[in-house]
């Protein structure tokens, strides 16, 4: 059974760093992008940040320049890594792989700023 799990997630102070990771297990075959996702509180789900199988990246506007999404060259894992954090970061983080004939979702990870 393919599995996605994130992990990583937790409670910072604003300026804080974290680094949430995503691995996947099971019958999960040819990825060509994966993508962390949030949602926060009250709001809907928004792409945080992509990364293509040939390396290339996209973010958000609200994260640009202070969240870098990476991968290992089988996708084991992906991660993205976020700097200087905000209280409108808080959100539950989800990653989400991409294959020609499927997508799969992890359960997320919360990720908690405080002021």
């Known amino acids: 059974q393919a599995q996605v799990v994130e992990s990583g997630g937790g409670l910072v102070q604003a300026g804080g760093s974290l680094r949430l990771s995503c691995i996947h297990s099971g019958r999960i075959f040819g990825i060509i992008a994966a993508a962390w996702y949030r949602q926060g509180p009250g709001k809907e789900r928004e792409l945080a940040a992509s990364?293509?199988?040939?390396?290339?990246?996209s973010y958000a506007d609200s994260v640009k320049g202070r969240f870098s999404i990476s991968r290992d060259h089988d996708w084991k894992p992906v991660n993205l890594q976020m700097n200087n954090l905000k209280p409108e970061d808080t959100a539950l983080y989800f990653c989400?792989?991409?294959?020609?004939?499927?997508?799969?979702w992890g359960q997320g990870t919360q990720v908690t700023v405080s002021s």
């Open positions: 990364i293509t199988a040939g390396g290339s990246t």
């Open positions: 989400k792989l991409i294959t020609r004939g499927a997508e799969y």
